[in-house]
């Protein structure tokens, strides 16, 4: 089992452009979860989702939108990246509320 | 304001020495408290879950324990090893697991 794969791996934006993080998981896991995580602060929830065709706001969602139209992959959409979306993006997931799984990482510098 | 502090925020020790890694939290309501690990570079790692009921829990050199009276967690580490550098992050929840509350981290430093 792979568990939890991010693409890419890394990315260099400039202001304005959009991109999409892909998030896939083989666990058959219900929930999955973005993350970002910046140096010297805890983990931060961008979007969930607790299902196929769900997905509802964390605590940070302004900037991002997400997808879930399969079980087993979730999208991170950034349509005008800014330099303060310059981070490392975290996928997870989780059988409901249980232990979750991450991802490695996607390290993405917005210029 | 829920908040998880840790302390400290980083700390060197020598292989093969035991640590102790602190975690002070004002959540509520409380329903468990998580200990990750966090190689450089990877994603985190579940290292223990524990309810409100349980006072310790181990996997491994690891040993958590949770005071829900003071709110505080400790991880313990024993007889360190080079493998167990990385940040270590503790993290509770107040019920659902899209409400986490999570520590900045200790970072661990073991030398040789």
């Known amino acids: 089992n792979a568990g939890v794969t991010q693409t890419p791996k890394f990315r260099v934006l400039k202001t304005g452009q959009s991109m999409t993080l892909l998030c896939a998981q083989d666990?058959?896991?219900?929930?999955m979860y973005w993350y970002r995580q910046d140096p010297g602060m805890g983990l931060r929830l961008i979007h969930y989702s607790v299902g196929e065709g769900t997905t509802a706001k964390g605590e940070v969602p302004d900037g991002y939108n997400v997808s879930r139209l399969k079980k087993q992959n979730f999208l991170l959409g950034l349509e005008s990246a800014a330099p303060s979306q310059t981070s490392v993006y975290f996928c997870a997931s989780s059988y409901k509320g249980h232990t979750q799984y991450f991802g490695p990482g996607t390290r993405l510098t917005v210029l | 304001k829920n908040q998880v502090e840790q302390s400290p925020q980083s700390l060197i020790i020598l292989e093969g020495k035991n640590c102790t890694l602190q975690c002070n939290y004002t959540v509520s309501p409380f329903s468990n408290l998580r200990w990750y690990k966090q190689d450089t570079g990877r994603g985190p790692v579940s290292l223990t879950i524990m309810t409100f009921s349980e006072n310790t829990k181990s996997n491994g050199r690891y040993t958590a324990t949770l005071d829900a009276d003071t709110k505080q967690s400790s991880l313990h580490i024993t007889a360190s090893q080079l493998s167990d550098s990385a940040s270590y992050i503790c993290v509770v929840s107040p019920g659902s697991n899209y409400q986490l509350i999570w520590g900045a981290g200790t970072k661990l430093i073991i030398k040789p």
């Open positions: 666990m058959n896991h219900e929930y």
